[in-house]
């Protein structure tokens, strides 16, 4: 029996591996580990995907949604709005920088941040909105720069799962004043361990970034600022040069697996497929469905051998770590239903339709009720930032 990976991290690097070996020997050769030329290339290249004037390599996607909120502005005790339906490093950043995190509820069709919770939730307090461009799809960032210009808030991307994503020509990352992004490896850009990135158009932005990161230094041993250590490797910024390269071929082609899993699930009753908005052209980092009996159907998956997954199955007030936000079940009733069906489905730029196939088969038995009961689901692997 086959089995399906969640994402196959190996197929990608095997079509990078030839490019990236003399890149990597140069920098063992020359031990330039830190601050190399690779990393001032890859910072100019990505900054170009995205179409924004500058791009800051940070050491994963939790610091730079740090630094992003520092640089923008945000000071503790301030509120920064974001989507209860979030991986929890979007509210760790917030909360690593002493503000507080204000959790809205989601839209029930695209489980994306609810722009009518955004304007109910704001304060005299708030100091920043937190879109999060979940699961490959756009947040609504026309109604989200609305709100924060109309109440004065600064608003920063979360764009770690939305690599490539684009409304209008306009691409994830060059919304807001600042954005986020990681690139974790299992990210639609991943790096060989863990790294990260700020863009943004304002070029003080830019710098209190850079300077932040670099322990709050303008030169060597002057600190202004308490900051932090966070920066890119120049391997990384090797690995991540070349697979830029080949991002938005990949990206095509997860837009053409999800099209096939739109296609294959229409005639599967019991298993709501996601769907993208007029004009988005979204990247499907994750595609997730919706299913009653979420935990019996995973384990008939898994049992199968593939590697389905769950993102997210607690919100984040619900968490240990959070409970200190005095949120409790009931608050955010749509990100709460949503915990419990969805089921994240194998998609990566090298799944063939075989496989994908064999996916929705297996699914459709576990639906319908044919694939057995549950006696226990593995333990399914998060995305991490």
Not at 62 to 80: I, Q
Not at 164 to 169: I, P, T, V
Request: aromatic share 6%; hydrophobic share 45%.
């Amino acid at each position: 029996m086959e089995s399906i990976p969640l994402v196959d991290l190996q197929a990608q690097q095997a079509e990078i591996l030839d490019d990236i070996r003399p890149e990597i020997d140069e920098v063992l050769r020359t031990a330039a580990f830190i601050g190399g030329p690779a990393v001032g290339r890859f910072e100019t290249a990505y900054a170009g995907f995205t179409g924004t004037r500058h791009c800051v390599g940070v050491g994963n996607g939790t610091d730079a949604l740090e630094l992003a909120l520092r640089a923008g502005g945000v000071r503790p005790g301030g509120e920064v709005i974001l989507p209860a339906n979030t991986f929890v490093a979007t509210a760790e950043a917030v909360a690593r920088i002493g503000a507080v995190p204000v959790l809205v509820d989601v839209d029930p069709v695209h489980l994306l941040i609810d722009p009518a919770a955004v304007t109910e939730a704001v304060t005299a307090k708030t100091q920043a909105i937190l879109p999060v461009h979940l699961f490959g799809q756009l947040a609504p960032m026309a109604e989200i720069l609305d709100i924060g210009s109309s109440c004065g808030a600064v608003v920063i991307e979360d764009a770690a799962q939305s690599q490539g994503a684009h409304r209008d020509g306009k691409v994830s990352g060059s919304f807001g004043l600042a954005a986020a992004t990681s690139f974790y490896p299992g990210k639609n850009l991943g790096a060989a361990g863990d790294a990260g990135a700020v863009t943004t158009d304002d070029p003080d932005i830019a710098e209190q970034v850079r300077m932040l990161g670099g322990h709050g230094s303008s030169s060597k041993y002057v600190h202004d600022v308490v900051g932090m250590n966070s920066r890119l490797d120049t391997i990384q910024a090797v690995v991540l040069s070349a697979k830029l390269k080949r991002l938005p071929r990949w990206n095509g082609l997860r837009r053409a697996a999800a099209a096939r899993y739109g296609e294959l699930l229409s005639a599967v009753p019991g298993a709501e497929a996601p769907v993208s908005r007029a004009g988005y052209e979204d990247v499907w980092h994750l595609y997730v469905v919706q299913v009653d009996d979420r935990d019996r159907v995973l384990y008939a998956l898994h049992s199968a051998g593939i590697g389905a997954g769950i993102h997210y199955p607690t919100p984040v007030h619900l968490t240990k770590a959070f409970s200190h936000l005095g949120r409790g079940l009931g608050d955010f009733p749509v990100a709460e239903a949503a915990a419990g069906r969805i089921l994240s489905l194998p998609i990566f730029p090298h799944i063939t339709a075989g496989q994908q196939e064999r996916v929705v088969g297996v699914l459709a038995g576990a639906v319908s009720g044919t694939a057995g009961t549950r006696s226990g689901p593995s333990e399914p692997r998060g995305t991490r930032r």
